[in-house]
């Protein structure tokens, strides 16, 4: 009797899960295997804005990236999809929530207007 593929678990990250838009993001899937297997996993990772199909990250040593900068600005709904090889079952990872904000604006004053405070952030807290 042989056995089948080793299940296993799929975990995600981000670089920065509140960007501004514009910037780059790098989304980490790890494979993590519940039995111990000679080989580490391999094959390619799928990640996912919602439905919407990102991209595709190569497995090397059970670890697939994806590197993204064109993120519109709101809240992403992120998962990846590990599709398996031969000695590990494919998995999907739980949501992460990726935040792309607006990019920091700087107060302007009218030409001509005067006034002895320096501009201020519009966006640091109070």
Known sequence: MTAG???????LSTSDATADPGQSVTFTATITATLSAPQPPTGSVSF?????????????????????SSMAAGMHSITAVYGGDSTYSPSSSRPLTETVG??????????GHFDARPAIDAQRPT
Do not use: E, K
């Open 5 to 11: 593929p080793a299940a296993t678990t799929l975990g």
């Open 48 to 68: 996912f804005d919602g439905t919407t199909f990102l991209g595709t990250g190569f497995v090397t040593a059970g670890v697939a990236t994806y590197q993204t």
């Open 102 to 111: 607006h990019a920091s604006r700087r107060l302007v004053r009218p030409a």
